[in-house]
């Protein structure tokens, strides 16, 4: 799984991502965190390992045939996964995404071949041109067409405990006190916690959600409210799906887009890592957990994904400010739009 690697097919790079030790992130805090970084798996995101895992299996017992087509809702991540399996098999590639996605997700996708069905973010989820709904019915629709339903197959789940989770707890030669992770379709996070609990009971899960998702309020109390629109990409739902374990997490919080947006900056600044909101989302919470924790005690995270897709949002200092994440830049350079720094106070919620 090192460096060593030739592969046949792209796909076969898939997984074996390191994990690095978090520090100038983490001021104060006398224990070990380790994030994995899931945004080095070919396409950029830990969703390569649901791609690959879902059509490997479709394929292999006659669900999807050679020369079919791969229908799917997604935020972006789990669609370049999907791509990269349709170049390789020589599949067509009809994918749902939200018009709020992020520029450069939407152009890399174009870029590989993919045909977009764009859809307005802001519909309900009962409403027949929303997200998944209008998946599932391009899918029934088209001849020879295979939808993983990555939101309610628990084969999501099954990627993860097969691949991420024994990687994790390699990595952290077992010896893990808490997993702190962001939770979407919630395949990642419930297929690692299933395997991490097999191998030790002890260890807790921490699941990162969004405020205006159903999730939180669903894991509390077994109802949900009306859903609020938020800008995280890959976080939250507006409706309860199956693939994530409720059972499974020992806490759930929700991060505001704010403070998920500005983690995910500072930690480009003070680690050199560049990933993606739901990455500073999970940062945030391993804040949150550190606080309470002393030395000794050993948190895993995982990054999901790459930063390079949200240069024109959360890495641009007038989206943050327009949209209410950044002051204006009252002492930044006027003709260095870039000069602002994290050091800018957050706006007033």
Request: glycine share 10%.
């Amino acid at each position: 799984m090192g460096g060593e690697r030739v592969c046949e097919r792209l796909s076969e790079a898939v997984g074996g991502t390191p994990m690095v030790r978090l520090g100038r992130s983490l001021p104060g805090f006398a224990g070990e965190a380790y994030a994995k970084l899931e945004f080095l798996n070919p396409m950029g995101s830990v969703k390569d390992r649901l791609a690959r895992h879902l059509v490997e299996r479709a394929l292999a017992d006659g669900r999807l045939a050679p020369g079919g087509t791969l229908v799917e809702a997604s935020s972006g991540n789990t669609a370049m996964g999907l791509a990269m399996m349709a170049i390789e098999h020589g599949l067509a590639c009809v994918l749902v995404v939200r018009r709020q996605t992020s520029p450069e997700k939407l152009a890399a996708l174009r870029a590989l071949g993919v045909e977009l069905v764009l859809v307005d973010g802001d519909l309900p989820p009962e409403h027949p041109e929303s997200y998944n709904r209008k998946a599932r019915a391009l899918a029934a629709a088209i001849p020879g067409a295979f939808f993983p339903d990555q939101h309610n197959n628990r084969e999501n789940n099954q990627a993860h405990y097969a691949t991420t989770g024994p990687e994790i707890w390699r990595q952290m030669a077992g010896r893990i006190d808490w997993f702190v992770a962001g939770i979407g379709t919630g395949g990642t996070i419930s297929g690692v916690a299933r395997y991490l609990k097999e191998r030790d009971p002890r260890v807790r899960v921490l699941a990162i959600d969004i405020e205006g998702s159903v999730f939180t309020e669903y894991w509390k109390t077994g109802r949900h409210g009306p859903p609020r629109r938020y800008r995280v990409e890959g976080l939250g739902d507006e409706e309860v799906i199956a693939c994530p374990e409720f059972e499974l997490f020992d806490e759930m919080l929700q991060v505001s887009d704010r403070d998920a947006f500005l983690a995910t900056r500072e930690l480009a600044r003070c680690e050199a890592i560049f990933a993606g909101g739901s990455s500073g989302a999970a940062l945030w919470g391993v804040r949150e957990l550190a606080r309470d924790l002393g030395a000794g005690a050993r948190i895993a995270t995982l990054f999901s994904d790459s930063g390079a897709r949200y240069l024109s949002t959360i890495f641009d200092d007038a989206w943050m400010r327009r949209h209410g994440y950044l002051e204006p830049a009252d002492a930044a350079d006027p003709a260095d739009p870039g000069a602002a720094t994290l050091d800018a106070r957050a706006a007033p919620a």
